[in-house]
């Protein structure tokens, strides 16, 4: 190759480089990218849980005024939280429910919906309700508020694999 051809080959090798840097440059913009929608899909899994450990809170303090009113928990066994709906939803003595349900807070099964994990289906997508002081109920968790009543859900850190990981959010004192 004569020196007439030296320019094109540098040309050509000047251009083959800038196209590495471009795609490196890409590849690089494209794993921050990654790791900031990861951040963001983190801090937006913390909010829903803490929507999740506020209704927790808030259902807690209805169960307490009905059994101020009743004298005795809402039923419950840990499958879910039907039958704390259908007691929290009605008038007490004063005339006034004790929580106001919407329809879209509500499972097909009546449970309240997990706002973590809103749309999938049980264990992890409803909020979970045990009176301990009736016999029978899920034994797993084991019963932690002895003399009342356990509320659970999975929250963000939830792993099928590990079931113990779906009693993150709760009530437990």
């Known amino acids: 190759m004569g020196q007439a051809g ?3 080959v540098a040309r ?23 790791r900031v929608f990861h951040e ?9 849980q803490g929507a999740a ?34 007691c929290l939803g009605r008038a007490g003595p004063r005339g006034i429910n004790y929580f106001e349900f919407s329809p879209d807070s ?12 809103f749309g999938e289906p049980p264990p992890r997508g409803v909020i979970h309700y045990r009176n301990n002081l009736a016999p029978g109920g899920v034994k797993d968790p084991p019963p932690r508020n002895l003399k009342s009543f356990d509320l659970w859900c999975a929250g963000c850190g939830y792993d ?3 079931p113990c990981t779906a009693y993150e959010v709760n009530n437990w004192e």
């Open 12 to 34: 050509a090798a000047g251009i083959v480089l800038r196209a590495a840097v471009v795609a490196g440059v890409i590849l690089l913009l494209l794993l921050a990218g990654k």
């Open 106 to 117: 509500l499972a097909a099964d009546g449970s309240v919906i997990n706002p973590v994990w």
């Open 53 to 86: 450990e506020h209704l927790i809170d808030n259902l807690t303090q209805a169960a307490m005024n009905y059994q101020f009113d009743h004298g005795v928990f809402p039923p419950g066994d840990g499958r879910g939280s039907a039958d704390l709906v259908r």
């Open 40 to 48: 963001l899909g983190s801090h937006h899994c913390s909010a829903r």
């Open 160 to 162: 099928p694999a590990e």
């Open 6 to 8: 030296w320019p094109a």
